[in-house]
């Protein structure tokens, strides 16, 4: 696409440019003592500024075109996939304009035609777009005669520089095509899912609502124990996976190895499948799965992290390729079991220290212990006070294990399950009709935690409830897909 005759690059180099010949300018300035160069600084600077802000807001526009990119290849992939697993189209959930069909002039005349936004679709763009992800279109095309699915995601940016010239919009676009029954795959992969089994999972998905004209709490609809919802879409997405892959009995067809680990307070060997080809074994784990116990990420994690330790020998074993690896982790809650560390932080308010326990007859102090103060300043008694907070020793030792991981080359996806402030009936978990109370520290504690495990923002993912998990494991199944899945366009 160009834009004024020229194209992104271009624009952008031409504002590197004038950048370049701005500074230059500045350093003529502070050596002459001429009077003309006032005169040429003003100019230059009026031009590198204005290029400046012409290649800013163009940058801005790159970054959009490549995000929509990236939604049109995950979409067009995960919807020709559909219809060769299904044998149909799927019903849009959010149609612009449900069942409509492009008319034989627009060329699609054995085609049916689907506008979603970018948002129903589950997409952020963080600001980049007037309006957000709700003001991208994804309009989606299954071709039956040529048995294809087609993608195109448009959409505007918001510029800020050239709206002095009349431009309040900056249009991008990017499309992709995927054939129903020619795809294959390019890369082999391995999956270990990471997947709370803590007695919290027992609790419902979905925080209670007061009553209408009352003070009493009720249940909200379609609610489920998160435990059932987290077998319900981690299933599927085995399934997905399955479908992909098809038979993988002769080693001519391995592609893909999988891998779950359960955990409360620990790794739960009776739930955990280890490393094999296929999916079978983990979606049969995957029903087993209950909720009990508390929760400690720390031991699941660092097993995950010795197991892609082997998983390039595997591979090369067979087909003699490096495979992809991916780790999917979730959690609805911070870390309970394994006891906390002390982490030095600046502006906590918390200060840890030496002060004096216990004194002898003559008045002066035996030993010293550690004490925690809460306050501004730090503490005028005892000695070698420092600034800092208690965090949980599994998250610590979770991130470090994570970052060994991501430096490996794993991509990890996080997910923060069912975490939105509020009270939670808990089934009768402890015995008895109860409700339990999530809070805002804590949902941010998860949250900080998982974005930190995570690859990056794009891969960290919160899930307030059911539906809105199965949208998660949609999205990182999609992203899956097409890493490892050769589009044809």
């Not at 990119?69 to 019903?91: C, M, W, Y």
């Not at 997905?240 to 391995?254: E, Y």
Request: aromatic share 12%; net charge negative.
């Amino acid at each position: 696409m160009t834009l004024w005759g020229g194209s992104y690059e271009y624009w952008g180099a031409l504002g590197m440019k004038y950048y370049k010949r701005g500074l230059s300018l500045l350093a003529r300035y502070r050596n002459d003592s001429g009077g003309n160069i006032a005169i040429s600084f003003a100019v230059g600077a009026i031009a590198m500024m204005g290029c400046m802000g012409a290649a800013m807001d163009f940058s801005t526009l790159s970054n959009a075109k490549s995000r929509s990119q990236s939604i049109a290849d995950q979409t067009v992939l995960a919807a020709a996939i559909f219809v060769k697993t299904n044998g149909r189209e799927p019903n849009p959930p959010v149609p612009v304009a449900e069942g409509e069909t492009p008319n034989e002039e627009e060329g699609y005349l054995d085609s049916s035609y689907r506008v979603y936004t970018a948002e129903d679709l589950g997409y952020e763009f963080k600001g980049w777009v007037d309006g957000g992800a709700s003001n991208v279109n994804v309009e989606v095309i299954y071709d039956g005669t040529a048995k294809e699915a087609r993608v195109k995601v448009t959409g505007n940016t918001m510029p800020t520089f050239l709206q002095v010239f009349g431009h309040h919009n900056l249009e991008f676009e990017a499309e992709a095509t995927a054939k129903y029954e020619e795809y294959d795959f390019y890369d082999p992969a391995s999956i270990i899912m990471v997947l709370d089994n803590s007695g919290s999972m027992a609790f419902d998905d979905k925080k209670l609502v007061l009553a209408e004209n009352s003070n009493d709490w009720e249940d909200q609809d379609d609610v489920l124990p998160r435990i059932e919802a987290l077998q319900n879409h981690a299933s599927n997405f085995m399934t997905t996976l399955k479908s992909l892959v098809g038979d993988q009995s002769s080693n001519d067809d391995k592609v893909l190895r999988t891998g779950m680990l359960a955990y409360n307070t620990d790794t739960i060997n009776g739930r955990t499948v280890s490393m094999n080809w296929g999916t079978d074994n983990v979606k049969t784990s995957i029903g087993r799965m209950a909720a009990d116990g508390g929760t400690n990420s720390a031991p699941p994690i660092d097993t995950a992290r010795e197991w892609f330790e082997n998983e390039d020998t595997e591979h090369t074993n067979i087909h003699g390729k490096d495979p992809l690896k991916f780790m999917v982790f979730m959690t609805d809650g911070i870390n309970t079991s394994g006891g906390s560390t002390w982490v030095d932080e600046d502006e906590t308010g918390q200060w840890r220290g030496l002060v004096c326990q216990r004194y002898n007859r003559r008045g002066t102090c035996r030993y010293y212990d550690y004490d925690t103060v809460e306050q501004e300043t730090e503490p005028t008694y005892g000695y070698g006070w420092e600034e800092g907070s208690w965090q949980p020793t599994g998250n610590i030792q979770s991130v470090s294990d994570c970052t060994a991981m991501k430096n490996d080359g794993v991509k990890i996806y996080s997910i923060g399950f069912a975490l939105a402030e509020g009270y939670y009936d808990t089934n009768r978990y402890f015995g008895y009709e109860t409700n339990t109370y999530i809070d805002t520290d804590v949902r941010d504690q998860a949250y900080a935690f998982l974005a930190e495990c995570a690859s990056d923002a794009d891969t960290f993912l919160t899930a307030e409830n059911a539906e809105q998990l199965e949208d998660a494991f949609t999205r990182i199944g999609n992203d899956i897909q097409t890493e490892i899945i050769r589009l044809s366009n």
